[in-house]
């Protein structure tokens, strides 16, 4: 497994005033939808493009365009939500499937809620959104529906992720034949007793829509 922090001061600076217990949902949502798409930038790297040849208003030339099928874009409901607007921006043509899935804050376990994803992904390279990789399960189960329908390439584009979860992940995935890919703004320090990212932002689907 592939992990990529992406080192930016501007990606520094919109995670810092995420962090900030005293930034409202408006600038939370404004600020995740900014981090994603520069996130998205590095992440969309290896996106599958075919050769074209597109004709200036001065003569033909060579150019590529996104490769079919297109990419499939994979929000975690709730929270990863408040990362799709910032995603379909960059890449208007991609499909979106969703899932929902909620960590037992008890167990620590993701239960699934909501699945709807094309049947048949063989072939397809996906992009996961949610904005926390904490222990890890959440992220994991995602990434086997996904394979589960023939999905080619999974890259998990994060705001922010644990080394736990980084971990585990790891070991779910190793020696698999279909590369993974997390793309996160910060690895922060580790996972408190409740399975919190620490120093972290809190719970992103709370900061992002309330507390329901
Ligand atoms: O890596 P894990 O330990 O599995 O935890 C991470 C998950 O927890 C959060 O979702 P949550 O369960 O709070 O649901 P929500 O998006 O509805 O708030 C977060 O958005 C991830 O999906
Ligand atoms: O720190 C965390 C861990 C899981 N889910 C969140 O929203 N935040
Ligand atoms: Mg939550």
């Known amino acids: 497994m592939e992990t990529l922090v992406v080192d930016h001061p501007l990606v520094a600076h919109k995670l810092t005033t995420l962090r900030d217990v005293r930034t409202d949902s408006p600038t939370f949502r404004r600020l995740a939808d900014e981090l994603v798409t520069l996130l998205a ?3 969309t790297r ?14 033909p030339t060579h150019g590529v365009r996104l490769a079919r099928p297109a990419p499939l874009v994979v929000p975690i409901l709730r929270a990863g939500l408040g990362m799709l607007d910032g995603m379909t921006r960059l890449l208007p043509t991609a499909e979106v499937g969703f899932l929902g899935m909620i960590r037992d ?3 620590l ?10 049947e ?4 397809r390279q996906c992009y996961v959104l949610d904005p926390m990789l904490a ?16 999905a080619r390439d999974v890259t998990a584009i994060c705001l922010l992720a644990a080394p736990e979860g980084i971990a585990y992940l790891d070991e779910a995935f190793r020696g698999g034949d279909r590369p993974i890919r997390v793309v996160t703004a910060a690895l922060d320090e580790r996972l408190n007793e409740n399975g ?4 972290g932002l809190g719970d992103a689907g709370d900061r992002l829509y309330g507390v329901v």
């Open 46 to 59: 290896d996106v599958r493009v075919t050769d074209v040849t597109v004709d200036t208003p001065l003569t």
């Open 196 to 199: 919190y990212i620490v120093p």
């Open 135 to 150: 222990t890890g399960g959440t992220l994991a189960a995602a990434i086997n529906f996904l394979f589960d329908r023939g």
């Open 109 to 118: 376990k993701a239960q699934t809620y909501a699945t709807r994803l094309p």
């Open 120 to 123: 048949d992904l063989s072939g």
């Open 105 to 107: 804050e008890s167990t």
């Open 41 to 43: 930038y590095e992440a």
